[in-house]
């Protein structure tokens, strides 16, 4: 019923930068966040940034002055800009959207997940 296609993952070297991309594609009503996830091996999955209905954002203090989360309302489509990159930023990076759906049968609410990017940080 939605799509998430993630992009923009790889590999950087301490101190640079990537930008990860997310867009929702379905009948979408409206969505009520968009964020971004991410799970190191042997870690929890954690919330990196959420970006909210309304434009108030979310991030994780790890990530706090280094990472910024954006959204293109127009595409659907949510993006994580991230700078002076560390190795402890390294894991794969989930797209984590809330929103409402058409259907013919009416509205409902869905929360889907990307399929993952991965983001590699070392020199």
């Known amino acids: 019923q939605v799509q998430l296609v993630e992009s923009g993952g790889g590999l950087a070297q301490p101190g640079g930068s990537l930008r990860l991309s997310c867009a929702a594609s379905?009948?979408?009503?409206?969505?009520?966040?968009m964020a971004w996830y991410r799970q190191a091996p042997g870690k929890q999955r954690e919330l990196v940034a959420r970006?909210?209905?309304?434009?108030?954002?979310n991030y994780a203090d790890s990530v706090k002055g280094r990472f910024t989360i954006s959204r293109d309302n127009t595409k659907n489509t949510v993006f994580l800009q991230m700078n002076s990159l560390k190795p402890e930023d390294t894991a794969a990076y989930f797209c984590?959207?809330?929103?409402?759906?058409?259907?013919?049968?009416?509205?409902?609410?869905?929360?889907?997940w990307g399929q993952g990017a991965q983001v590699t940080v070392s020199s």
């Open positions: 984590n959207v809330d929103l409402i759906l058409e259907s013919p049968r009416g509205r409902y609410r869905t929360v889907s």
């Open positions: 379905g009948s979408i009503f409206t969505i009520h966040y």
């Open positions: 970006f909210n209905s309304g434009g108030t954002t």
